[in-house]
């Protein structure tokens, strides 16, 4: 069975970046490991921080989606004007397809949203900027 995953991204107005998937969205078997990836880009000139939280919806297909590597898991930094790619690889657990109440479930999507972050590693950037 497959699954359509859609990617959808969001980012708080506090936050001065420009942030997209860069497809919209792919077909996985369950049990295949799926990757994607968002572009991310600095709209100031000096360094920024951003930590991203995301969901999965319907919200019943959560315990399904498992996310093997994700920019997510950790603060991302962006130098002045920087733009990245920031993959995502994950699998859809073949579970789903043993559990009756998920049989109308033919799309999952994935939502990211990137809110500012203070830290240490932010400083530190800011202090080597300016002090360049």
């Known amino acids: 069975r497959t699954v359509r995953v859609q990617f959808d991204a969001d980012t708080s107005r506090a936050l001065p970046w420009y942030f997209e998937p860069e497809q919209r969205s792919i077909e996985v078997h369950l049990g295949e490991r799926g990757i994607t990836a968002y572009t991310a880009r ?7 921080a951003g930590t991203a939280i995301y969901n999965v919806t319907p919200a ?3 315990k399904y989606f498992h996310k093997i590597q994700c920019f997510c898991f950790d603060e991302q930094i962006l130098a002045a004007k920087q733009k990245v790619s920031m993959p995502v690889l994950f699998f859809v657990d073949p579970a789903m397809d043993e559990d009756p109440n998920m049989e109308d ?13 203070n830290s240490k590693a932010l400083d530190d950037a800011l202090e ?4 360049e």
């Open 42 to 48: 600095n709209k100031k000139n000096e360094p920024t």
């Open 60 to 62: 019943k297909a959560g």
């Open 105 to 117: 479930v033919k799309t999952i999507t994935l939502s990211y949203t990137f809110f500012p972050a």
């Open 128 to 131: 080597a900027f300016y002090n």
